[in-house]
């Protein structure tokens, strides 16, 4: 079965992720993208930095394009580290901070989020809500299709 993120699917994962965004007492910059890296949604939370709005954009391809959480860069682009530099690849696009998470489904991925704003920690924590949701959506039965 092939995975599309519809607009409909992007925009419920945002509204996950703005609710825990909102539960924390943040305002985040959150995208959704496609398999491709294309963005499908975005969503600048009142009073959330304009600086995020493309570290989100960027977290969440770069989610797609290295097919794994953004924070699991961080310690491989140390000095010294196996992946050093690599964030300066791609135009720049490659983002090494935590808030960027693949979306798989059947052992592959379909898309990305990324959340900006608050401390990595904090933007993996909202980035987790829109992930959990998708799982649940996705995992809810072999006949579900959560772009409905």
Known sequence: MN?????????????AAERKALELGLSEDIAIVDEGGNL?????MDNAKIAGI???QNK?????AMQM?????A????PGGPSFGINTTNQGKIVILGGGIPLIFN???????????????????VANAALLTFNKMTNAGSNSNPNK
Do not use: Y
């Not at 499908?40 to 600048?44: D, M, P, T, W």
């Not at 969440?60 to 797609?64: F, I, L, N, Q, R």
């Not at 310690?75 to 140390?78: E, F, G, P, R, V």
């Open 40 to 44: 499908i949604a975005f969503h600048r």
């Open 60 to 64: 969440a391809w770069t989610s797609v």
């Open 54 to 56: 493309d570290i989100a």
């Open 69 to 73: 959480p953004t924070s699991n860069l």
């Open 75 to 78: 310690n491989a682009a140390l």
């Open 107 to 125: 052992n592959k991925v379909v898309g990305g989020v990324g959340v900006s704003g608050a401390t990595s920690e904090q933007d993996i924590e």
């Open 3 to 15: 995975m599309l993120i519809s607009l409909r699917l992007a925009i419920v994962l945002l509204e």
